[in-house]
T-cell receptor, first 116, second 111 residues
Framework: NAGVMQNPRHLVRRRGQEARLRCSPMKGHSHVYWYRQLPEEGLKFMVYLQKENIIDESGMPKERFSAEFPKEGPSILRIQQVVRGDSAAYFC??????????????FGPGTRLTVL | EDQVTQSPEALRLQEGESSSLNCSYTVSGLRGLFWYRQDPGKGPEFLFTLYSAGEEKEKERLKATLTKKESFLHITAPKPEDSATYLCAVQAPYSWGKLQFGAGTQVVVTP
């Protein structure tokens, strides 16, 4: 009965490198969400995906950030050319696609990104 | 812009000392209000969903209530293991899954 899985749990990158964060939703969940928690700030929505579709990317920075949820495999949040300001905890959440519990999102343990 | 405000920012309680946390919001036509608990270094843990004014839900020492403009999370006779940051989030009617979170209330329960 595994929950939402994220890896890696900790990621260190130097400025200018790429960061790839992975998220496997709970079994039976087909909706994935990414949130970012900056130090001393609250959780901020980034993007909402279903299999092979981006539903809402209103919280994604316009440059360097992208997300996908392919037909097979985990969801990926990709950050190109990382900068120090990208250092944060990135959380993935998932939910079912049905009307019951549709809105209830269950979170993974997060990936803590540190940019040197 | 929709606002979600939690108060107090921090709360220190003696074991057994009941209290309430507040979450006020400005979203009209709320799709849902959610309470989560977050321990240091971990992801938020789902507690409750409330959909309509007057609704109440309970789980162990926690009880969540909802009005048209705010929600309360009541902690009855807390124990040290209830120490955590409690997060409130709302989903607006026009949003497709997006949750808007408050800043949280950090609760510390001392023995």
């Amino acid at each position: 009965n595994a929950g939402v899985m994220q890896n890696p749990r900790h990621l260190v990158r130097r400025r200018g490198q790429e960061a790839r964060l992975r998220c496997s939703p709970m079994k039976g969940h087909s909706h994935v969400y990414w949130y970012r928690q900056l130090p001393e700030e609250g959780l901020k929505f980034m993007v909402y995906l279903q299999k092979e579709n981006i539903i809402d990317e209103s919280g994604m920075p316009k440059e360097r950030f992208s997300a996908e949820f392919p037909k097979e495999g985990p969801s990926i949040l990709r950050i190109q050319q990382v900068v120090r300001g990208d250092s944060a905890a990135y959380f993935c959440a998932s939910s079912t696609g049905g009307t019951q519990g549709y809105n209830e999102q269950f979170f993974g343990p997060g990936t803590r990104l540190t940019v040197l | 812009e929709d606002q979600v405000t939690q108060s107090p920012e921090a709360l220190r309680l003696q074991e057994g000392e009941s209290s309430s946390l507040n979450c006020s919001y400005t979203v009209s036509g709320l799709r849902g209000l959610f309470w989560y608990r977050q321990d240091p270094g971990k992801g938020p843990e789902f507690l409750f969903t409330l959909y309509s004014a007057g609704e109440e839900k309970e789980k162990e020492r926690l009880k969540a209530t909802l009005t048209k403009k705010e929600s309360f999370l009541h902690i009855t006779a807390p124990k040290p293991e209830d120490s955590a940051t409690y997060l409130c989030a709302v989903q607006a009617p026009y949003s497709w899954g997006k949750l808007q979170f408050g800043a949280g209330t950090q609760v510390v329960v001392t023995p």
